[in-house]
């Protein structure tokens, strides 16, 4: 089993519609970071928390510590949402570990 | 500032050449790593430097070395390059806040 499981692997949505990514780790960690990965292929990091809930524009990541559970929301999303969305969890004592992506596809 | 700036951004190589790949940031981040990207695949970690002077390996640093050359710089290279090193490379850097900078990516073959 990975120690990152993203969901969907693959979501199709309509302009405005809210969005959710989710991402389940199974190993201690110190801190999750949300990445978009635009279809050109370049990399940004959106957010990197560690407790809670952090807000940036559209954009909400929460994450729930006991849970090992974090969410990415979207709200009214857009067509130049759409991009592949990265889940990453920092081991307590190590390096990064990333799940595989999801495929986000916003319809006008 | 350029942030993190990474070439070629494309290389064909046939199996048995050699070349590296070169890395440079310009936000003084001690933290610098190299990843490769493979359909279906997570980002997987091939080797990083914590800080200048030091190299470790990743998750998959067979047929790759890594050189620090100074604080801005990491290269990557490959010595005798397989059909199974076809992938996109991807140079990283962090500083003390943690949140990593990508560089825009090199999209190797190999035949």
């Known amino acids: 089993k990975n120690e990152v499981e993203q969901s969907p692997q693959n979501l199709t949505a309509q302009e405005g519609e809210f969005i959710t990514i989710n991402c389940s780790y199974s190993?201690?960690?110190?801190?999750l970071h949300w990445l978009q990965q635009h279809p050109g292929g370049g990399i940004v990091s959106l957010f990197m928390?560690?407790?809670g809930k952090k807000k940036h524009g559209r954009l909400i990541a929460t994450i729930n510590i006991q849970e090992k559970h974090s969410s990415l929301h979207i709200t009214a999303s857009h067509p130049r949402d759409s991009a592949v969305y990265i889940c990453?969890?920092?081991?307590?004592?190590?390096?990064?570990?990333f799940g595989k992506g999801t495929k986000l596809s916003v319809k006008p | 500032n350029a942030g993190v700036t990474q070439t070629p951004k494309f290389q064909v190589l046939k199996t048995g050449q050699s070349m590296t790949l070169q890395c440079a940031q310009d936000?003084?981040?001690?933290?610098m790593y190299w990843y490769r990207q493979d359909p279906g695949m997570g980002l997987r970690l091939i080797y990083y430097?914590?800080?200048?002077?030091?190299?470790d390996k990743g998750e998959v640093p067979n047929g790759y070395n890594v050189s620090r050359l100074n604080k801005r710089e990491f290269s990557l290279r490959l010595e005798s390059a397989a059909p199974s090193q076809t992938s996109v490379y991807f140079c990283?850097?962090?500083?003390?806040?943690?949140?990593?900078?990508f560089g825009p990516g090199t999209r190797l073959t190999v035949t």
């Open positions: 990283a850097s962090s500083g003390t806040g943690a949140r990593l900078y």
């Open positions: 190993v201690g960690i110190s801190a």
């Open positions: 430097s914590a800080s200048e002077g030091t190299t």
């Open positions: 990453a969890v920092r081991r307590s004592q190590g390096n990064l570990i």
């Open positions: 928390l560690s407790s």
């Open positions: 936000m003084n981040h001690n933290s």
